[in-house]
């Protein structure tokens, strides 16, 4: 049973470019949330979508958005990136009422 | 919004001994409480977590304790190996809310 998958691993980015990353929840979860974790520090909250509609989103600029797809998987983009938007980008997965969540490896975003 | 502080930052036992890691929260409508412990280049792990019904959970060498009362609830990890060395996450949310608040970590070592 495949746990939660994100991808790339890795990303290099420039201040004002535009990332998109992914992630594929566990097989049989519904929900997709997805949490930014600086160097040192918990994961925060971003958003979780389920049923493809973001249900809930943490404090977060505009410049971060989502997408949940038919299939469940789910992408995160961030738009103008800034230096301190790099982070580990963590996906976590769940199914019905969200309490038990699996995270995946996370995606390392670097800004120069 | 919910608020949760976790203590130690950093905590350094002798291989066979007991670890303690303790985290309070602010909200007091949080009742789902999960552990997580993260590897380096890993994302956070699922370890244990309660429930405010409940007052304490076992698993092998692990436990948890909640007071709700005092809001602060405690992992518990007794003959500690040095596979036990991670950082430690504590958690809190509401039940069915899907929008978890982390402390900021502590760093475990375990020395053999």
């Known amino acids: 049973d495949a746990g939660v998958t994100q991808s790339p691993t890795h990303l290099i980015k420039t201040r004002g470019q535009q990332v998109t990353l992914r992630c594929s929840p566990k097989?049989?979860?519904?929900?997709v949330s997805w949490y930014q974790q600086a160097l040192g520090q918990g994961p925060q909250f971003i958003f979780q979508?389920?049923?493809?509609?973001?249900?809930q989103r943490g404090n977060f600029p505009d410049r971060f958005s989502g997408h949940q797809f038919p299939n469940y998987s789910s992408e995160l983009n961030v738009n103008a990136l800034l230096l301190g938007d790099s982070a580990l980008y963590l996906c976590?997965?769940?199914?019905?009422?969200?309490?038990?969540?699996?995270f995946g490896p996370g995606t390392r975003l670097t800004v120069l | 919004g919910e608020n949760v502080e976790q203590h130690p930052s950093t905590l350094s036992v002798q291989e066979g001994d007991s670890a303690v890691i303790k985290c309070t929260y602010s909200?007091?409508?949080?009742?789902?409480f999960p552990w997580y412990k993260q590897e380096l280049g890993k994302g956070p792990q699922l370890i244990i977590d309660?429930?405010?019904?409940?007052g304490e959970k076992k698993d092998q060498r692990i436990a948890v304790t909640l007071n709700k009362t005092a809001k602060h609830f405690s992992l518990h990890i007794t003959e500690t190996q040095p596979e036990d060395s991670a950082v430690y996450f504590c958690?809190?949310?509401?039940?069915?809310?899907?929008?978890?608040?982390f402390g900021d970590g502590t760093t475990l070592t375990v020395k053999p």
């Open positions: 958690a809190a949310s509401r039940v069915g809310a899907g929008k978890s608040t």
């Open positions: 976590a997965s769940s199914a019905g009422t969200p309490d038990t969540q699996y």
């Open positions: 909200d007091s409508a949080s009742n789902y």
């Open positions: 097989s049989g979860h519904d929900t």
């Open positions: 979508y389920y049923e493809e509609e973001e249900r």
């Open positions: 309660i429930r405010s019904n409940v």
